[in-house]
């Protein structure tokens, strides 16, 4: 059984009862970047960085740890395998859900020690201690494995910092890259990367690894998780987000409220956007915009024989309400009159289409 964290045992995208990508010995979906990956090491020259790219809660840093798993469980490579699968119990998987193995390091953000919260991004210093792992001898046989997690938590110095190992790799050596947003990342890293590029899964595979999960993790009814997969987009973090009462909840009432655009309910879209103005409703409110844009895209579906000029203004109307978002994030705006103008603007461009 995995043991209990203690409090102090804070790591990003950590959730409760959920075991950690490094401590999951088994992969749902991805075949096609396993399969990749094989071929890498059956070929015997094995590309020294992969850049692992895809949406979010979809299984990239799971990946990326089964990767460095198998490296480490077989560190003279050997006859070319068929999977990338360790018996749990092999020392390496231990040492790699300890992150304890000395060729392995985690480059991610942590919380200092004085810190009551995680840092924000990645530090240079943070980054420099991790990649000192390449500039001594490896304390076994094997490659030196470094896995980011992830390259959007990097600044502009630790990114450098990444590039300048990137750019001139010591012998044996692997950098297992996971990026949400790879298109944003320095070109000069994308370039000297291998590009893994994962898929959303699918409604059945969510709800497979869903349902995989060890206690303490509760499992959650069968009509319940069926909503929550057929809502994630291919996302296990956000299935889990969907299956939070306050979620489901919330999402249920912006649904109800976008179904009623023709005649808009004002008294309850102000109690929904005074409850998503809270500090911290930031969940909240990314559930809400991705029902907002589940249920245009559903109407462009829907109208998909109609003339394109009719239904530009649907477009347009998300075009304001991602940018708005991104504002009100950025300059930590009150997001009540984001909320009221989203359903004004929607009511309007759904009148006009």
């Not at 490659?143 to 190992?165: F, G, H, P, T, W």
Request: charged share 25%; glycine share 6%; with cysteine.
């Amino acid at each position: 059984m995995r043991p209990e964290r203690l409090p102090e045992d804070v790591e990003a995208g950590d959730l409760p009862h959920i075991p950690r990508p490094r401590e999951q010995a088994g992969l749902v979906g991805h075949a096609q970047a396993e399969a990749a990956f094989l071929d890498g090491i059956a070929s015997g020259r094995l590309h020294h960085a992969w850049l692992i790219g895809g949406p979010r809660g979809i299984g990239k840093a799971t990946l990326a740890y089964r990767m460095a798993r198998w490296l480490i469980a077989n560190p003279e490579l050997g006859p070319s395998p068929n999977t990338l699968a360790v018996d749990p119990g092999h020392p390496a998987a231990r040492q790699v859900a300890a992150l304890s193995h000395p060729n392995l390091v985690a480059l991610r953000r942590t919380r200092p020690p004085t810190a009551k919260t995680l840092a924000t991004k990645i530090s240079v210093d943070a980054a420099r201690g991790a990649l000192a792992l390449f500039g001594s001898t490896g304390g076994a046989a094997g490659y030196r494995i470094c896995i980011v997690d992830s390259a959007e938590d990097l600044n502009a110095n630790s990114a450098n910092a990444l590039l300048k190992m990137v750019e001139e790799p010591p012998p044996r050596c692997l950098f297992l890259i996971v990026s949400h947003a790879p298109g944003r990342l320095l070109p000069t890293i994308r370039s000297r990367c291998r590009a893994l590029t994962l898929r959303p899964l699918s409604e059945a595979e969510v709800a497979r690894v869903v349902t995989g999960f060890p206690p303490p993790f509760v499992q959650p009814e069968a009509e319940a998780l069926a909503r929550a997969a057929a809502l994630a987009e291919g996302s296990v973090a956000q299935a889990l987000a969907m299956l939070e009462p306050a979620t489901a909840n919330l999402v249920a009432e912006v649904e109800t409220l976008l179904a009623r655009l023709d005649h808009p309910d004002w008294r309850r879209i102000l109690a929904l956007a005074e409850k998503l103005s809270g500090r911290d409703a930031d969940e909240l409110f990314a559930a809400s915009l991705d029902t907002v844009f589940r249920f245009v895209s559903a109407e462009l579906d829907r109208r998909a024989h109609e003339d394109p000029a009719r239904l530009a203004a649907l477009v347009e109307v998300c075009d304001k309400i991602a940018r708005a978002a991104r504002e009100a994030a950025t300059y930590n705006l009150d997001r009540r009159p984001l909320v009221l103008s989203l359903f004004g603007d929607l009511a309007g461009a759904v009148r006009a289409a």
